[in-house]
T-cell receptor, first 109, second 115 residues
Framework: GQNIDQPTEMTATEGAIVQINCTYQ??????LFWYQQHAGEAPTFLSY????GLEEKGRFSSFLSRSKGYSYLLLKELQMKDSASYLC??????????FGAGTTVTVRA | IAGITQAPTSQILAAGRRMTLRCTQD?????MYWYRQDLGLGLRLIHY???????GKGEVPDGYSVSRANTDDFPLTLASAVPSQTSVYFC??????????????FGPGTRLLVL
């Protein structure tokens, strides 16, 4: 099974940077995903990490340390449309995804 | 159709009633999944199917059943609904289900209220 922890809420100002941390404990590891979910909508894929290090995709970057069971999602140059929940999900050896409860990010003008 | 569709969009159901949530995808994905999402608990896997004709239990399967008669459809049935099954239900699919880096694509969700 999985134990995935991420903060419940974060608030930041438009144009700023926010870092969402995710820690996990797993008996097997096959990759870590970040999803974005706007209120009332379906989750959509943001990033995938399976090796240690940083993956950059435009304003969004994701980092993974497998030895520490730790990942973060970095959102740069925040825009109002980035207000959403961000879900950390870990894939175990059986290829099933386990999700954290999500972090709600509120971007203020 | 493009992607995954779910029906109904929302439903109010009396406790004890039977209900089937429908999910259809047109991407020819082998793997499909049903999740429920509750406040503070995140997405939890109910059932999954790695390919047509096979299904498996997820984290919270009790009270739910699924079938996978073909590649495109993956209905979820509540045999006798209870109030604790009030939730938002998401169907998802992925190309293979056994490849590490493939992502899952989610349908728009069904909001179910059991009274």
């Amino acid at each position: 099974g999985q134990n995935i922890d991420q903060p419940t809420e974060m608030t930041a100002t438009e144009g700023a940077i926010v870092q969402i941390n995710c820690t996990y404990q797993t008996s097997g590891f096959n990759g870590l995903f970040w999803y974005q979910q706007h209120a009332g909508e379906a989750p959509t894929f943001l990033s995938y990490n399976v090796l240690d290090g940083l993956e950059e995709k435009g304003r969004f970057s994701s980092f993974l340390s497998r030895s520490k069971g730790y990942s973060y999602l970095l959102l740069k140059e925040l825009q109002m449309k980035d207000s959403a929940s961000y879900l950390c999900a870990v894939r175990e050896g059986d290829y099933k995804l386990s999700f954290g409860a999500g972090t709600t990010v509120t971007v203020r003008a | 159709i493009a992607g995954i569709t779910q029906a109904p969009t929302s439903q109010i159901l009396a406790a004890g009633r039977r209900m089937t949530l429908r999910c259809t995808q047109d991407m020819r994905h082998n793997a499909m999944y049903w999740y429920r999402q509750d406040l503070g608990l995140g997405l939890r896997l109910i059932h999954y199917s790695n390919t047509a004709g096979t299904t498996g239990k997820g984290e919270v399967p009790d009270g739910y059943s699924v079938s996978r008669a073909n590649t495109d459809d993956f209905p979820l049935t509540l045999a006798s609904a209870v109030p604790s099954q009030t939730s938002v239900y998401f169907c998802a699919s992925s190309p293979d289900g056994t490849s590490g880096q493939e992502t899952q694509y989610f349908g728009p969700g069904t909001r179910l209220l059991v009274l």
